[in-house]
């Protein structure tokens, strides 16, 4: 209904005469009219559409060269009579609606908001409001106000707000007027001042008045009321109240009671707007519980059941569902703390002095970054100086921070610049024992007799001690083959391995060197066993439509129906008892993860065929939780199994958008066909509802795979991304380093540094051997420009493992271009630059195990390595004779 009056015959015709003049003179083409076509009314005219009253209201006009916009405003708050006023009203509505916001806007700039608040006082505070000027300003002051952001505060300023809620008062009523008051309330709540001064004065229970139960009459006003409560609860002190008086339990009926009788869908917008209601109470923590006080979450799960039944009610899911979600009570993740199960002492401090950077993760982090930004000097924020075209400001290039004799203790670490080749002379096969550089500090010469023999019988004979798996594809059990043959010599012997640059014997010898803080004595069998690539490419992962929603569903019935669930914990790395739960949970899953690069923590059954499995933190810190890795058996075929991590950190995921988990098969390797697959359906990433027990701010996700396995009782590994151990490269770089020529290829596996894990950090130095002893194939050896190539400093980073044993493996290569790029260049590469990460399944930086210094010594080298290469004499002419 047009809240604005009909115009007698002579106001028309005063009004058309106007419009039409105006658009006579091309100065109204609503078709190209913008927030400028105000200007151009032309003042004349619009004096001579309200010339006949003039005698009696003597408007205050504007001068002549006001605009045409700021005539009618000028005349609307000075107009004493209703015929002036309600044409001015009729002009304003005809431009405001024919155009874009983009005329509001300008509007709002010449004072236009003002103006009708002004008049909205003037009109209403007369001994008797005249409704017929009142509804049309109350219906365009909303239609302004709606895109004003100051409009809360002019509405105090000219002291509208008390006005239009009085106005409201008298007409509770009065469907028609009240609906105009909460319009123009609801534009006043834009400010939270505003909505406030509402609520002092009783504001909301008048409004929740007019928020009836289900009926056929006064949509329009019931719907204006949801709208207009809505706006005041941006205040949380009337979050508060309305919590206070039961105002949350009565929305609830309110919405159940019009879900229940909305047979015909006819009045979907009341009950969105009654959502957004409980939104809106929910965002402070009063409102959250007092929806859950109530039993809300049960109430919107059922309502959100039948919408997704009814396809007129799709718009009203996805509001409940996010409703349920925020009113979710959190809940402390299952742990008895939130550190890492592991701590490794640093030498510069006790283990218990890193507990207090614990409350300094997270919130506080963004703090101090903007501090920093605070306090930074002037001169460092100015980022427009450019430095290249004032010498005066050109810095010298800075000196090392040692002296260049301290260098020479890295000398080892350049075999090529002091190396004499003298195998070059000799066509024989070249002796590495008669080799005086080959046998530098901490350099691998690997035997694999020696070593196979010398490897601890801990990992020899019981590295698959929790596995039974083996007893499944033998037929026997362990007891009648102990003793016999080595666990590894057995798998051997029955199934044989082919797998390119990797020996399944040579793994297991060298993983008895490498240590981990959990003692690790045991080998994921994927990494002992090897693999091969995919067959194929393999494309990203379809993602169904609506699956967050279903997860999100079945996880709010952990709330609903809480003795649906059963809870039974099956794995805890914390409790020895349950780390190898073999017998302990026959009817459940079986997990294990102490293996290297192995991080899971502890696992939950929370349905017959539903696991939480939470990570462990990085070392020495309670944060870093996202790469995983673990060993799952004790499945039945064919059937899903859901799998829920439910402590990772990241705010999104390429789980998102097609990434899955990858897994590997036992049987399936043992069969012929070792492959580390991509498998997941229903894969997800989204908030939880957990949180730290120490009580930081920064919230968990969730993610959620379903995983079919193909064979009965199997042992399978499921893991972020291609695992790719220490033990693996170094096992790499011992079968590289033998199968290269070295009277082509000039290879050396140094030890870099030890870890404080006590761990070798390899160094690998690639490249072309001189033709031969002369001086100046020897020259131009030593001159060759360095390649520096590094990776994991991050483990959870394995990608750049893979990348780096290509690119390994390619240099060592017969490739023309493999050896054009030996010829032209040095390769210095560390191929882990953080072994005691990968070697504990970290995800981030280790800094425990990982100091500075060892950064800084690698960085020391390259140094002394660009300087030997003009300070170090090289050999006479005469020497290479």
Known sequence: MNPFVPLGAPRRSILLMSLVDVFDRGLWRLSLLDSTDFAFVPVAKLRCSFGGHRARSRPVMAAPSSSGLEVLLGTLQNAGDMESMLNILNVLDELLSAGTDRRIHHMISKGGSEALLTALVNSARSFTPNYTILLPLLHLLAKVGHRDRQIGLKAQKADAVLVVLGLLRQNVENARRAAACLWVLRVFCSSVTTAELLGKNRGLDVVFRLMSPHTTKHLRTVKAAADAFTAMLCSKMN???????????????????????????????????????????????????????????????????????????????????????????????????????????????????????????????????????????????????????????????????????????????????????????????????????SILEGESNYKLNDHRNSASPSIRENHFKTNDFHKHYFGCSRKGQEGQSS??????????????????????????????????????????????????????????????????????????????????????????????????????????????????????????????????????????????????????????????????????????????????????????????????????????????????????????????????DDVCYLAYHYPYTYTTLQTHLKMLEKSVDPRKVFFRHQNLCDTLGGNSCSLVTITACPTSRAWKHLHQLRNRPCVVLTARVHPGESNASWVLKGTLEFLCSDDPVAESLREAYIFKIVPMLNPDGVINGKDMEFSAVMPMEMIQLFGFSVVKYMLLRREVPLPHRRQNI
């Open 239 to 437: 979050c508060r109240t309305a919590v206070a008086k039961g105002y949350i339990a009565d929305l609830l009926k309110l919405y159940e009671d019009w879900h229940n009788n909305d047979t015909n869908l006819k009045n979907v917008p009341i009950r969105r707007a009654l959502l957004y209601c409980l939104h809106l109470a929910a965002s402070s923590s009063v409102g959250r519980d007092a929806i859950v006080a109530v039993d809300g979450i049960s109430l919107l799960f059922q309502t959100t059941q039948t919408c997704l039944t009814m396809k007129g009610l799709e718009s009203l899911v996805e509001p409940a569902i996010q409703l349920m979600r925020k009113c979710n009570p959190k809940i402390p993740l299952p742990l008895t703390s939130d550190r890492s199960a592991y701590s490794f002492p640093l030498p510069s401090r006790p283990v218990d002095d890193w507990e207090a950077d614990l409350e300094l993760y997270d919130g506080s982090s963004e703090d101090d970054s903007e501090e920093d930004a605070e306090n930074e000097e002037p001169d460092n924020r100015d980022y427009e100086d450019d430095l290249e075209t004032d010498v005066n400001k050109l810095r010298p290039r800075p000196e090392p921070d040692r002296p260049l004799e301290q260098l020479g203790q890295y000398v080892h670490l350049c075999p090529e610049l002091h190396h004499d080749f003298q195998d070059l002379d000799s066509s024989s096969e070249v002796d590495e024992s008669s080799d005086d550089d």
């Open 487 to 712: 666990m590894v010599d057995r798998l051997l012997e029955k199934y044989g391995t082919s797998i390119p640059n990797h020996d399944p014997r040579l793994y297991a010898a060298t993983a008895a060197d490498t240590k981990s803080i959990a003692g690790y004595s045991i080998l994921a069998f994927p990494d002992f066993w090897g693999h091969l690539p995919p067959q194929e490419q393999e494309p990203m992962a379809k993602r169904p439509p609506h699956v967050q929603r279903k997860k999100v569903f079945e996880d709010l019935k952990r709330v609903i129906c809480p003795e649906d669930m059963i809870n039974k914990v099956v794995f805890d790395m914390d409790e020895p008892s349950l780390q190898c739960p073999s017998d302990v949970c026959p009817s459940s899953l079986r997990f294990f993860s102490k293996f290297e690069s192995g991080n899971l923590r502890k696992a939950i059954q929370v349905r017959s065929h539903e696991y939480d499995l939470i990570l462990n933190a990085d070392v020495n810190s309670s944060a870093h939780c996202q790469w995983f890795y673990f060993e799952v058996s004790g499945m039945m075929a064919n059937v899903p199994y859901r799998f829920n991590i439910i402590n990772c950190e990241k705010g999104n995921s390429q789980c998102n958008y097609g990434m899955q988990p990858v897994l590997y098969s036992v049987r399936e390797a043992l069969e012929g066909r070792p492959h580390w697959l991509r498998t997941g359906s229903e894969i997800c990433y989204y908030r939880n509802n957990f949180c730290p027990r120490r009580g930081q701010k920064h919230p968990f996700y969730t993610l959620t795979f379903t995983v079919t396995f193909r064979h009965e």
